[in-house]
C-alpha cells in the first residue's frame, strides 16, 4: 500500500519527520509530496525543500521524495496511492484537516486520510514556529535536521534583520 505525505515542507521539521518515520513502518512505500503552489512565497525553494527532506530520510529505504503541482487526489491517482498520510498535533489542527480530508473523499472517493498523532514532544512544532525562531537568531537544532538548521542560519545570516 502506498501512502501520500503531502504538504509545504517549509522547512520540514522534526515533527514531520516523526510522521515519515513512523509512516514508513505502516505502509509499503511513503511519498513525501511538496506542493509547488504558485501562490505562497515560500523560504525555500521546491528544489531546496526536496533536497532537505531527501537528506533527512536517507535511512528510510521506503520512502519517495517528489513535488506535485494540482489537487492532491490527482497526485494520489497518477502514484496508485490510496491513501494521504496526514499528522494531528493538537485540537486546532482538527478542523481544518477534517474539512480538507472530506473535500478530498468528494473529489476521489477512493482515497483514504489517515491520520497520526503526532508524538507529544512535537505537538506544539511547526514550520513557521522554526522560521520564526530562526529569524531572530534562536537556535533551533533542536527542532529540525541538521541540513535545515546550517540553511537556515545562511538564510537569515545572509538577510540580516533591519
Ligand atoms: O503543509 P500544509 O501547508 O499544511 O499542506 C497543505 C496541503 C499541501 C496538504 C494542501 O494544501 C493540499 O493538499 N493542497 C493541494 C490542493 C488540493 O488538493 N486541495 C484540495 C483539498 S482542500
Redesign the pocket.
Known amino acids: 500500500m502506498i501512502a501520500i505525505y503531502?504538504?509545504?515542507?517549509d522547512p520540514i521539521t522534526l515533527g514531520h519527520l516523526d510522521i515519515i518515520e513512523r509512516g514508513c513502518k505502516l505502509f509499503d512505500q511513503v511519498i513525501v509530496a511538496v506542493?509547488r503552489?504558485p501562490s505562497k512565497s515560500p523560504l525555500f525553494t521546491v528544489q531546496e525543500r526536496i533536497e532537505q527532506i531527501s537528506l533527512s530520510t536517507q535511512h528510510l529505504s521506503n520512502l519517495e521524495v517528489d513535488s506535485f503541482i494540482?489537487?492532491?487526489?490527482e497526485y494520489a491517482k497518477l502514484k496508485n496511492a490510496r491513501v494521504l498520510l496526514?499528522g494531528l498535533r493538537v485540537l486546532s489542527d482538527f478542523e481544518g484537516e477534517l474539512?480538507?480530508a472530506h473535500?478530498?473523499e468528494t473529489?476521489w472517493n477512493e482515497i483514504e486520510t489517515v491520520f497520526l498523532a503526532t508524538s507529544n514532544e512535537y505537538s506544539f512544532l511547526s514550520?513557521s514556529v522554526v522560521k520564526e525562531v530562526a529569524k531572530f537568531g534562536g537556535s533551533v537544532a533542536h527542532l529540525v535536521p541538521p541540513q535545515v538548521a546550517l540553511d537556515l542560519c545562511r538564510c537569515y545570516t545572509e538577510t540580516p534583520l533591519e
Open positions: 503531502p504538504g509545504s515542507f506542493l503552489n494540482g489537487l492532491t487526489v496526514r474539512q480538507m473535500t478530498n473529489l514550520s
